[in-house]
């Protein structure tokens, strides 16, 4: 059983001759899904080259297990079995249709076609000044695209309903230099969540991870939560009882927010009400003062 989006990665190699480069192809998946489609089907993070998506590389790896690409030498190859999976019509036709469209522009010259288009995705790329380096005004967007550094501060963040990506562009935009995930149990049913990937995603891209567990609360305590009710027993008893006990975790934040970073604390709800970071973060403004005075991303 494939998803629709694991089919269009098929669709579009397919159409671009069978095999493709991995970084055309990430290039070529992202503009397509920002020129065709009216909602991008993969969304993508400034990266070490541009424009990348961690889920479509998941899926791309899914797939060579499932013996429907193979990954030869960095160079995406579409098997036999790859090409028998039944793919709506509409998406052969439009990925047809593009590649058609890019079928001259390969390489260094198409990374930097979508470094001029796309500036933001530009932002961290370590090979930017070279692509562009004949073209002033191409830097000089890529310069302005940059985020403004950010000041030293408090946010918070849930990840539900977000996609990862998503996600660590909210993070980028506001300037966040340290991600602190503040779950008892850092695990995740949703894609990019667990600590493993959630980390190494955030460290290529310059965001520190930080795991402070002491600050989560028991699965135990948090089942049979049905109303807002539930959650406001729940983080009474957190905060009167829980965080007091806490004052080291409390204080490594606040020193990392002295020290000039500008840190998230993450867990998973995306109502601020029904999450206990925003606990953690009242905790800190009251104990420490306008320093951690929180943000909701």
Known sequence: MLFERQKLILALVNALGGAVGSIDFQKLLFLYCLEVEKTPTYEFVPYKYGCFSFTSDIDKQRLTEKGMLVDEA???????????????????????????????????????????????YAIRSEIA????????????????????????GLCTIGYEGRTLEGFLNLLIRDGVTILCDVRRNPLSRKYGFSKGTLSRSCEG?????????????????????????????????????????????????????????????????????????????????????????????
Do not use: M
Request: aromatic share 8%.
């Open 74 to 120: 960095r160079i995406w190859k579409l098997t036999p079995a790859g090409r028998t999976v039944d793919v709506k019509s509409s998406t052969r036709i439009l990925a047809h249709r593009f590649a058609k469209r890019y079928a001259s522009l390969r390489g260094d010259a198409l990374v930097a076609e979508v470094y001029r288009r796309h500036p933001y």
């Open 205 to 297: 891209l310059g965001i520190r991870y930080e795991h402070l567990p002491e600050l989560g609360i028991a699965s135990e305590n948090r089942r049979e939560l049905k109303t807002q009710a539930d959650y406001d027993v729940l983080f009474d008893s957190y905060t009167h009882e829980s965080l007091p006990k806490q004052a080291s975790a409390l204080r490594k934040i606040v020193n990392w927010i002295k020290e000039g970073e500008r840190v998230v604390l993450t867990c998973y709800e995306l109502l601020p009400g029904q999450c206990h970071r925003t606990y953690v973060a009242k905790e800190l403004e009251r104990r420490f003062g306008k320093i951690c005075a929180p943000k909701c991303l």
């Open 129 to 152: 000044g070279k692509l562009l380096s004949g073209d002033k005004e191409a830097l000089k967007a890529v310069t302005a695209a940059r985020p403004p550094k950010s000041h030293p």
